[in-house]
């Protein structure tokens, strides 16, 4: 996925998201996926994603992601 930081396609704010775009390296029914991320505080992040078959911002699926945010081992 390409990852970056831009105003959002959902909110009606205008304010900036981390946008999640997975069409930047997928060809199949991935291509038209695409998440937001916004931090509401150092433990909650209001999350939003959709499928451009399925409506695209028009129709997000919503979810939250619960911190504090840790490092994550990736291994060697």
């Known amino acids: 996925m390409k990852t ?7 909110g009606k704010d205008g304010k900036d998201a981390m946008h999640l775009y997975y069409g930047a390296y997928n060809s199949d029914i991935i291509s038209g996926m695409h998440d937001e991320i916004r ?4 433990n909650l992040y209001i999350c939003a994603g959709y499928m451009a078959s399925s409506g695209g911002p028009l ?4 979810f939250v992601l619960v911190g504090p945010a840790k490092p994550h081992d990736f291994g060697s």
């Open 59 to 62: 129709n997000p699926g919503p």
């Open 39 to 42: 931090k509401v505080n150092d």
């Open 4 to 10: 970056y930081i831009g105003p959002t396609t959902i």
